[in-house]
C-alpha cells in the first residue's frame, strides 16, 4: 500500500463470529454469552475495547456486519466496553434481521443467507445510513476485518479494503500480534503514536 492511501480509513467494520470472538455464536444462546467469563469469549478484550476507543477517537467510524444476532452482539460489546461510552452506534450493528427489516424482505437471522446477501450487502446498509446524512465514503476508505476468506473476497470485488484475520491470529478471534507489544502502551499512548501505530497495522495487514 502507498504512503498516500495509508490514512484513509474511515469506516471500519468488523466480522463479529470467530474475528471478535474466539466461539462461534451460532452454537450458544445468549445465556451462554453472559455467564462466560469474558475472556474465553474474546481473545483479548483490553486489546479490541482500547483498539475501538482509539480508532473511535481519531474519527473513524466502526460498525459490525454479522450473519449472527444482533442482542448477543450487543452484550458482547456492553461487557467489552463497561463502563467506557461503546463506541459502536446501535444503527451501525448490521444484522440479516436488519436487512430484512430494512428491505422487507424475509431474511431471519441464520447462517443460510441467499446469495443476493453477503458481507457487502450488509456494508452497504451500513454506509446508507450515512449517505442519508449526507455523507459519503468510498469503497476504500472501509474496512473489513473478517475471518472468511469467503467475505474477504466479496469485500475485494467490491474494492473495499480488507484484513484477512486468519494466520495471524491467536486461537481464532481477534488478537494480532502486530498489537501485541504495544498492549501495555495503549493504558497511556498519545493520538499521535497511536496513528502511527494504526499506520503500521494498516500497512502490514490490509489488502485491497
Ligand atoms: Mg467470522
Redesign the pocket.
Known sequence: MDAANRQEIKMVVW?????ITKK?SCFFQKDFYIEEKLSSIVADPLVFRNLNLYLNKMGIQLGIASFGKRDIITSILDRIFEREKNPFLPKNIITPKVIAKRDDIRWEEGFEPPPRYNKVTMIQHLLSSYLDEGITFDNKEVLLI???LV?CAHAKDSAYRYIFLQGFNRDHGFNPLALENVKEMFKSISKDEFASIWTKFLDTYAQF
Open positions: 466480522d463479529f463470529d470467530g474475528t462461534h473478517d475471518d472468511s467475505n
